[in-house]
């Protein structure tokens, strides 16, 4: 769930956790004032699996040595 940021005239900022699909605060949780909601500098991405700019484009003797290397770990752990 996304992190938005809410600033209050009494209480100052603070932070909601909500889903996407709810509506935005109106009022301060702690002392019931009017709120805005801010844009939030806070943005927590993260690129994982393949299809991403890092491992698409690495150099041919890079993919050469992972895959020597994952033939290896695969080879070793399944000689048991």
Do not use: W
């Not at 500098?41 to 299809?51: A, T, V």
């Amino acid at each position: 769930m996304p992190t938005y940021e809410y600033q209050c005239d009494r209480c100052g900022r603070f932070e909601a956790f909500q889903a996407i699909t709810e509506s935005p605060l109106e009022r301060c949780p702690t002392c019931g004032g009017p709120v805005r909601r801010m844009i939030s500098r806070n943005i927590n991405i993260l690129f994982k699996g393949s299809g991403f700019h890092v491992t698409d484009y690495r150099s041919s003797s890079y993919k050469e040595a992972a895959k020597k290397e994952q033939s290896t770990v695969s080879t070793s752990t399944g000689s048991d």
